[in-house]
């Protein structure tokens, strides 16, 4: 959206001062509105939190395990992620070849895929009998359904499409000619992404980072598809919301706000960092 | 200059609105029960998700056996639907696969008069045709090395599994603690498990993919099915008749042969 117009000489980005004037009403008012729709949900869970029993949930044991396996696993897939999707975001933005389209558009179908339906996807290829599965089982003697490594699979699933579209914007965004001149200079390819590259859609690769982690520790229906439910191992805060929604709806709103303050405060930490530079 | 302006701001405001507006009343169209828009005198039932087979046929059934009238499902988890209703979803009649959801409407005041058990469903062992891990009864399950999917306790097949397992002094450690019942038979049919607990009705019905094994401490965890007319039905006179036509003997027979049991 915004032009690569930071001077890479500069290092942190320029922050150019908003222009006076009035904000368009045609712009404030969707704005307003779609801000309301945002928030007005979350405003619903903090009205009905149960806040005279909140302290007592909140020292649940069971609480602090699901918590704790969301936040490992959502960081582990959010590295797996960064460890493939950035190769890939790269590949996609800087080298042609044939059936790129395709493979752009291959790499968003987990974005489309009800993630039920990802799940099975899973379980059919790393199942007991699935394609990948049955091999590593006879081979190996690894099972990956119900483990914990299985409900990184599934988050990294669901979650490396918005990580990879985020690079591979910013790296399209971003000024190749950077890049050729660390050629001109004898900086291999290598060198050339890891000294040139990288820094310059480091905003980018954030955001993306950002986002995936996001996406991963609120992931469900995968994870409770392919990788079940079974406490300590599997069973993710999104997982122990909806369970406590069978029984005891003020748990399912307490495990909600849980979730929802410890992803905000680490992402707004994270962003601070990130975003404004040492 | 300026009134051009305002005039786009007027124009873009207008089609904010009506696109909320529109957006609004689709979301309330489409939503549980068909809600204003379309189903007319439709009567709304809400019914546990292990009766979708059977109640879509008695549905279809009613309205054959009464020309004129409707009928409209919302099929979910009984727990869920159960919340739907206490806030404030526009249904007729709420048929529970447990006692625990009916409770929660009955004691928010949403149900008209005394809600009645209608079928009752009791576990089986779901196992891979054929059983090829050899399970013949409930200690079976608790073999080293055999994969079992139980439902999760706050759902009713699992509350039924922990009653029967404990009755029956069972322990086992199983690999997932499903969501639903037919999230637990879906891992036998995939093969991710050799065996789960799951209800009689819903093994009969994927009895292409996966064989029930009976097992006598079953018994002792019989789950009541519940029907009620609500207290706010928009439809009452055919609620009243569909709770009725449940419990006629052609909707019994229907039941039955899904594998229910008589109350």
Redesign the interface.
């Known amino acids: 959206m915004t032009p690569a117009a930071t001077d890479p000489a500069a290092g942190a980005p320029v922050r150019t001062r908003r222009r006076p004037g009035r904000v ?3 712009l404030l ?2 704005a307003t ?1 779609g801000l309301v729709f945002l928030v007005l949900p979350v405003a619903g869970l903090l009205a009905r939190a149960p806040w005279a029993t909140l302290p007592q949930r909140l020292a649940d044991p069971a609480v602090l395990t699901a918590l704790r396996l969301s936040l490992l696993t959502a960081t582990l897939a959010t590295l797996l992620c960064l460890l493939l999707g950035v190769p890939l975001a790269w590949l996609l933005a800087r080298v042609e070849f044939p059936g790129r389209r395709v493979v752009r558009a291959l790499v968003t179908v987990p974005l489309v895929l009800p993630p039920v339906v990802g799940g ?1 996807a899973l ?2 290829v790393f ?3 699935g394609l990948l599965g049955e091999w590593l089982d006879s081979a190996f003697g690894l099972t990956l ?2 483990t914990t490594t299985a409900v990184v699979l599934a988050e990294a699933f669901v979650a490396m499409p918005f990580l990879v579209i985020a690079v591979e914007g910013a790296l399209r965004g971003a000024d190749p000619r950077y890049e050729e001149a660390a050629a001109t200079l004898g900086a291999g390819r290598w060198t050339t992404f890891t000294h040139v590259t990288l820094p310059l859609v480091a905003p980018g690769l954030a955001a993306g980072a950002v986002l995936c982690w996001a996406r991963a520790l609120g992931e469900f229906g995968a994870t ?2 392919f ?5 300590g191992r ?2 993710t805060m999104p ?1 122990a919301v ?6 005891d ?1 003020e748990a399912a709103v307490v495990l909600s706000l849980i979730l929802l303050t410890v992803s905000v405060v680490i992402l707004a930490g994270l962003r601070d960092r990130w975003l404004t530079g040492p | 200059m300026s009134r051009t302006l305002s005039r786009t701001v007027r124009a873009v405001v207008a089609v904010v609105a009506v696109v909320t507006v529109a957006a609004l009343a689709a979301c309330g169209g489409t939503g549980p029960g068909g809600g204003s828009g379309g189903s007319g005198g439709a009567v709304t039932v809400f019914a546990a998700a292990s009766l979708t087979d059977s109640f879509t046929r008695i549905g279809r059934d009613f309205e054959a056996a009464n020309p004129g009238t409707a009928v409209v499902f919302n099929f979910a988890g009984s727990s869920a639907l159960a919340t739907q209703i206490d806030q404030g979803a526009p249904a007729d009649v709420f048929a529970a696969a447990a006692p625990t959801p009916m409770d929660t409407v009955t004691r928010a005041g949403n149900a008209d008069g005394e809600p009645a058990v209608f079928v009752r469903n009791q576990l089986v062992i779901a196992v891979a045709p054929g059983n090829p891990a050899g399970v013949r009864g409930l200690a079976d399950l608790a073999r080293p090395g055999l994969k079992v999917a139980l439902c999760a306790e706050q759902v009713p097949c699992g509350a039924a599994a922990r009653r029967v397992l404990d009755a029956a002094s069972v322990t086992l450690t199983p690999v997932t603690l499903e969501q639903d019942v037919r999230g637990a038979l879906a891992k036998v049919r995939l093969g991710e498990v050799d065996a789960a607990l799951v209800y009689r009705t819903d093994a009969r019905a994927a009895a292409a993919e996966v064989a029930a094994v009976e097992f006598a401490e079953s018994a002792g965890a019989v789950n009541d099915y519940l029907i009620v007319v609500l207290a706010d039905a928009p439809h009452p006179d055919g609620a009243r008749a569909f709770v009725a036509y449940v419990r006629s003997a052609p909707a019994r027979a229907v039941l039955a042969g899904a594998g229910f049991q008589s109350p």
């Open positions: 368009p009403v045609a008012v969707p509105l099975v379980l059919l199942g007991r009998r359904p119900f409770i598809t990788a079940g439910n079974f406490p599997t069973q997982i909806y369970l406590a929604l069978e029984t709806l």
